[in-house]
């Protein structure tokens, strides 16, 4: 079959304004826009102005008005506790609806923000559609980090509200939510009016008099009155939620996304790109803490009508590599969204692909990737194993949806390996050099957006417009900087292959090494330190600390190792999974005093690397060399 990418990339081209007003008609709005774009809006412009609607009746109520409402919406499975269950979709309107009329008990209303801390259990699909069926904001915290960090978000998006669980469950161990959440609020100045605590048997906990309430009981008596809670219609405009993502420093951004424009997006994507229709089982094997878990677990799928899985697990482990068949196979899923790790981890435990035998594989039609980039082994093994197509496709949580991508529902492209496809309409990508010029094809730089985004990307940072304006749009005037390098080919193909800042990705987690060094560097025998990202065969890429000690401590390096590695999880948290310590005398400085990351990066991987000229003293990289095989890494 031919695809219509490249006609239908045209379209959008050519007129934005009636590409994405065809596409909002798939969307129920209560009342429509006055202007589709407004450039004089905001920082760069916004969508849909004018319009009103509510993103939980578009996920819930009109499929069930529809004929949806025996359909199941939502499938939990979690090996990692042995239970399993699904909900219709009026089954999941009425537990949605039940914690709605909970929230407005406790005084929760429109533009409130509720930040929601749970693992991977149903109730965390509830709080998000509740939210958004009365207008509140939400902010989802991954339960990886540690308690400073929900602190951080407490601050930042001041919640009147949390909703959490008593505890997470990661193999081996029990994770305990509430501690982390009394220690949170305790350290912040910002503090919430009550929680919501769902017991979990695994680890119940006690609950504080007047502040915490216990879900089960709340949810559970709304039920029996029989309370009903309408959609409240908000503008397009207005937030849906904010979800945190790693910045350059230890304060993380908030990633603003509105109701209007992001459910236009999500409801395209999902058959034009992943090529699924309404009534299918879609699954995104990733975490609701993250992006990809928000808009392919929550809100793509239920907008179109499918069916989603809720995964409580790990791709290996729970109890092995053969998960993942037996949840496609059980529930006849058709395409499987997880990182390129979770691969790499099964590939580990069954080279072979043994175990996919075992497993009736036969609706299932497509493999998608993304999180960080998908390296070509682990994606031909996959393509040969599983004998479906693989598809790289690359995202940002600014993005909300991806930025590349083989549209499979166009019709698939052919695949290149190592690169996330082409890019989707709303995107028009360049690659530019440090001065904002336009480079050649097939040469690296940097990757920008010409601006305006498109309906859902990010319109602006939680309350911080400059911010935003400093972060993304003022180094190169008039586009949007990803903040990613790599090229375009002469077939219009996207290769993105670094970060340019110091982000890095671990286990498919993006994380900040500034976020890093600032924990370190209160270390008290901590002089300086520098964090960089090295190559990981699993997680792609591990944090590796460079530390150098104040002059004349005497103190036993292991045992100051084993702090710093502590103080990180304890400030972080584990999702950080930093582990390696490298001791040395000095660290490499341009003359003007910035630490050459990058080269360091590039002895511990073993690659090419060149002197820099600006180095203020080159014997220091014979340095870094020597402490980094001492350690038995780099050549
Ligand atoms: N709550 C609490 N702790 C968590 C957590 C959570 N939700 N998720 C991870 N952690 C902890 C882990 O238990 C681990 O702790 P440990 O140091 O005590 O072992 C630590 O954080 C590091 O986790 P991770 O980097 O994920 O390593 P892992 O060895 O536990 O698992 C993989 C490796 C590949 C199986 C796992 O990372 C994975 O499934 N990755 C896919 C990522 C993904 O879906 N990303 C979303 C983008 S699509
Ligand atoms: P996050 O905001 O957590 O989704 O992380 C976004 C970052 O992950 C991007 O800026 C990239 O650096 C990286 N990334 C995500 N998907 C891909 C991909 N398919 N290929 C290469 N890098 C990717």
Same mark, same amino acid.
Request: with cysteine; net charge negative; glycine share 8%.
């Given at each position: 079959?031919? *695809?219509?990418?490249?006609?239908?990339?045209?379209?959008?081209?050519?007129?934005?304004?009636? &590409?994405?007003?065809?596409?909002?008609?798939?969307?129920?709005?209560?009342?429509?826009?006055?202007?589709?774009?407004?450039?004089?809006?905001?920082?760069?412009?916004?969508?849909?102005?004018?319009?009103?609607?509510?993103?939980?009746? !578009?996920?819930?109520?009109?499929?069930?008005?529809?004929?949806?409402?025996?359909?199941?919406?939502?499938?939990?499975?979690?090996?990692?506790?042995?239970?399993?269950?699904?909900?219709? =979709?009026?089954?999941?309107?009425?537990?949605?609806?039940?914690?709605?009329?909970?929230?407005?008990?406790? %005084?929760?209303?429109?533009?409130? /923000?509720?930040?929601?801390?749970?693992?991977?259990?149903?109730?965390?699909?509830?709080?998000?559609?509740?939210?958004?069926?009365?207008?509140?904001?939400?902010?989802?915290?991954?339960? %990886?980090?540690?308690?400073?960090?929900?602190?951080?978000? $407490?601050?930042?998006?001041?919640?009147?509200?949390?909703?959490?669980?008593?505890?997470?469950?990661?193999? %081996?161990?029990?994770?305990?939510?509430?501690?982390?959440?009394?220690?949170?609020?305790?350290?912040?100045?910002?503090?919430?009016?009550?929680?919501?605590?769902?017991?979990?048997?695994? #680890?119940?906990?006690?609950?504080?008099?007047?502040?915490?309430?216990? =879900?089960?009981?709340?949810?559970?008596?709304?039920? *029996?009155?029989?309370?009903?809670?309408?959609?409240?219609?908000?503008?397009?405009?207005?937030?849906?939620?904010?979800?945190?993502?790693?910045?350059?420093?230890?304060?993380?951004?908030?990633?603003?996304?509105?109701?209007?424009?992001?459910?236009?997006?999500?409801?395209?994507?999902?058959?034009?790109?992943?090529?699924?229709?309404?009534?299918?089982?879609?699954?995104?094997?990733?975490?609701? %803490?993250?992006?990809?878990?928000?808009?392919?677990?929550?809100?793509?799928?239920?907008?179109?009508?499918?069916?989603?899985?809720?995964?409580?697990?790990?791709?290996?482990?729970?109890?092995?590599?053969?998960?993942?068949?037996?949840?496609?196979?059980?529930?006849?899923?058709?395409?499987?969204?997880?990182?390129?790790?979770? &691969?790499?981890? $099964?590939?580990?435990?069954?080279?072979?692909? @043994?175990? $996919?035998?075992?497993?009736?594989?036969?609706?299932?039609?497509?493999?998608?990737?993304?999180?960080?980039?998908?390296?070509?082994?682990?994606?031909?093994?996959?393509?040969?194993?599983?004998?479906?197509?693989?598809?790289?496709?690359?995202?940002?949580?600014?993005?909300?949806?991806?930025?590349?991508? !083989?549209?499979?529902?166009?019709?698939?492209?052919?695949?290149? =390996?190592?690169?996330?496809?082409?890019?989707?309409?709303?995107?028009?990508?360049?690659?530019?050099?440090?001065?904002?010029?336009?480079?050649?094809?097939?040469?690296?730089? !940097?990757?920008?957006?010409?601006?305006?985004?498109?309906?859902?990307?990010?319109?602006?940072?939680?309350?911080?417009? #400059?911010?935003?304006?400093?972060?993304?749009? @003022?180094?190169?005037?008039?586009? =949007?900087?990803?903040?990613?390098?790599?090229?375009?080919?002469?077939?219009?193909?996207?290769?993105?292959?670094?970060?340019?800042?110091?982000?890095?990705?671990?286990?498919?987690?993006?994380?900040?090494?500034?976020?890093?060094?600032?924990?370190?560097?209160?270390?008290?025998?901590?002089? @300086?330190?520098?964090?960089?990202?090295?190559?990981?065969?699993?997680?792609?890429?591990?944090?590796?600390?460079?530390?150098?000690? !104040?002059?004349?401590?005497?103190?036993?390096?292991?045992?100051?190792?084993?702090?710093?590695?502590?103080?990180?999880?304890?400030?972080?948290?584990?999702?950080?999974?930093?582990?390696?310590?490298?001791?040395?005398?000095?660290?490499?400085?341009?003359? *003007?005093?910035?630490?050459?990351?990058?080269?360091?990066?590039?002895?511990?991987?073993?690659?090419?690397?060149?002197?820099?000229?600006?180095?203020?003293?080159?014997?220091?990289?014979? @340095?870094?060399?020597?402490?980094?095989?001492? /350690?038995?890494?780099?050549?």
């Amino acid at each position: 079959m031919s *695809s219509r990418y490249s006609e239908v990339y045209e379209s959008w081209k050519k007129d934005p304004e009636r &590409f994405w007003s065809e596409a909002a008609a798939d969307i129920d709005w209560f009342s429509s826009w006055t202007q589709i774009f407004d450039k004089d809006r905001g920082v760069y412009g916004r969508w849909f102005v004018g319009a009103t609607c509510n993103t939980c009746y !578009n996920c819930l109520d009109r499929h069930i008005e529809k004929g949806r409402a025996d359909q199941t919406a939502l499938i939990y499975d979690s090996p990692i506790t042995g239970r399993k269950k699904s909900f219709t =979709y009026a089954e999941l309107k009425a537990e949605v609806v039940a914690l709605a009329a909970v929230m407005q008990d406790h %005084g929760i209303g429109k533009g409130d /923000r509720v930040i929601i801390y749970m693992p991977m259990v149903p109730e965390a699909v509830f709080s998000m559609l509740a939210c958004a069926r009365i207008g509140a904001i939400h902010s989802v915290v991954f339960g %990886g980090f540690a308690a400073k960090e929900l602190a951080t978000r $407490i601050d930042d998006c001041k919640p009147k509200l949390v909703l959490a669980a008593s505890c997470g469950i990661e193999p %081996g161990r029990i994770v305990g939510y509430k501690p982390l959440l009394d220690q949170a609020i305790e350290l912040s100045a910002a503090k919430p009016e009550s929680c919501i605590i769902l017991q979990r048997e695994e #680890q119940p906990c006690e609950l504080v008099p007047r502040r915490d309430f216990d =879900y089960r009981e709340a949810v559970g008596a709304a039920m *029996s009155a029989g309370r009903d809670v309408a959609c409240i219609p908000v503008a397009a405009t207005d937030p849906l939620y904010v979800l945190y993502t790693s910045g350059t420093t230890g304060r993380p951004k908030g990633v603003v996304r509105d109701n209007g424009g992001h459910m236009v997006m999500l409801k395209w994507t999902m058959w034009n790109e992943f090529g699924v229709k309404p009534g299918e089982a879609f699954w995104a094997a990733s975490d609701v %803490g993250w992006v990809v878990g928000h808009s392919y677990i929550v809100f793509a799928p239920l907008l179109h009508g499918c069916t989603s899985i809720l995964f409580e697990g790990k791709p290996v482990g729970t109890p092995d590599a053969s998960v993942f068949w037996r949840i496609i196979a059980e529930y006849g899923v058709v395409a499987l969204f997880t990182a390129p790790t979770a &691969f790499r981890a $099964i590939k580990r435990d069954d080279p072979g692909g @043994e175990q $996919i035998r075992n497993h009736d594989l036969s609706r299932f039609r497509t493999l998608f990737l993304a999180g960080e980039r998908a390296d070509p082994e682990t994606v031909k093994w996959a393509e040969e194993k599983l004998g479906v197509p693989v598809i790289d496709h690359w995202w940002q949580t600014e993005t909300g949806a991806p930025i590349s991508q !083989n549209p499979v529902g166009l019709g698939q492209l052919p695949v290149k =390996y190592g690169s996330p496809g082409v890019p989707m309409p709303g995107y028009d990508v360049r690659i530019v050099d440090d001065a904002g010029h336009e480079i050649e094809k097939g040469t690296f730089g !940097n990757v920008v957006i010409k601006l305006p985004l498109p309906p859902g990307a990010l319109p602006t940072l939680w309350q911080a417009d #400059q911010r935003f304006r400093e972060a993304y749009l @003022e180094e190169f005037p008039g586009y =949007y900087k990803t903040a990613d390098a790599g090229f375009i080919d002469e077939d219009g193909y996207l290769f993105i292959m670094a970060r340019t800042d110091d982000i890095i990705n671990v286990a498919g987690h993006r994380l900040s090494t500034g976020a890093m060094e600032e924990v370190i560097a209160e270390h008290p025998d901590v002089a @300086e330190c520098a964090v960089v990202g090295i190559a990981d065969a699993m997680k792609g890429q591990a944090p590796c600390g460079f530390v150098v000690l !104040n002059a004349g401590v005497k103190r036993d390096m292991a045992e100051i190792e084993r702090e710093v590695v502590a103080m990180v999880r304890e400030r972080i948290g584990p999702v950080a999974a930093f582990r390696l310590v490298v001791p040395v005398k000095r660290l490499p400085k341009t003359r *003007s005093g910035k630490i050459l990351r990058a080269t360091m990066q590039k002895i511990a991987d073993k690659e090419a690397w060149t002197m820099p000229a600006t180095i203020d003293d080159p014997a220091i990289l014979n @340095e870094i060399t020597v402490a980094l095989n001492e /350690r038995g890494l780099g050549i």
